[in-house]
């Protein structure tokens, strides 16, 4: 406000004064392709599901550290990380992860982190569903 004054008194009596207001906004979107054949099926494989054991996951996942997705079961995502652990994103009720085979995108929070309960994965074709839970993924061993 009182800049506006100041102008006002500088500026010449006859000659009309215009002001302008200037709003910069940003929006990041992350791209999270999906993964190459031969490092992880990119499709749902009857004896992918039985590769994978679930444990109890973390709440947040950081979006730094994800380098591709796959999908293998009918209700979640699994995100392959830089460290080569793997973590299946469970999607909320009524979503199906059929929609996320061309990948998906990520709005990222100011913390850098994907987070249950908060996020959301959108695909390509505008479908949007959030995260319910993250599982931690471990192989299965043979005599398990």
């Known amino acids: 406000m009182l800049h506006s004054v100041l102008l006002l008194l500088i500026a010449p009596s006859g000659e009309p004064v215009q002001f302008a207001q200037l709003t910069i906004q940003q929006r990041v979107i992350i791209r999270v392709p999906m993964a190459r054949k ?3 099926p990119a499709r749902i494989a009857p004896d992918a599901r039985h590769m994978w054991k679930e444990k109890k996951g ?7 550290s994800i380098q591709s997705a796959s999908v293998v ?3 979640g995502v699994d995100l392959l990380l830089a460290d080569n652990h793997r973590y299946r994103a469970k999607l909320e009720n009524g979503c199906r992860s059929t929609g996320f085979y061309s990948g998906f995108y990520v709005e990222p929070d100011d913390d850098g982190s994907l987070c249950s309960g908060r996020d959301a994965l959108q695909a390509r074709s505008g479908l949007s569903c959030g995260i319910d839970s993250f599982r931690r993924l471990v ?3 043979a005599d398990d």
């Open 139 to 141: 192989p299965v061993k």
């Open 58 to 64: 973390p709440r947040c996942v950081a979006l730094r």
């Open 38 to 40: 031969g490092r992880a």
């Open 73 to 75: 079961v009918d209700n």
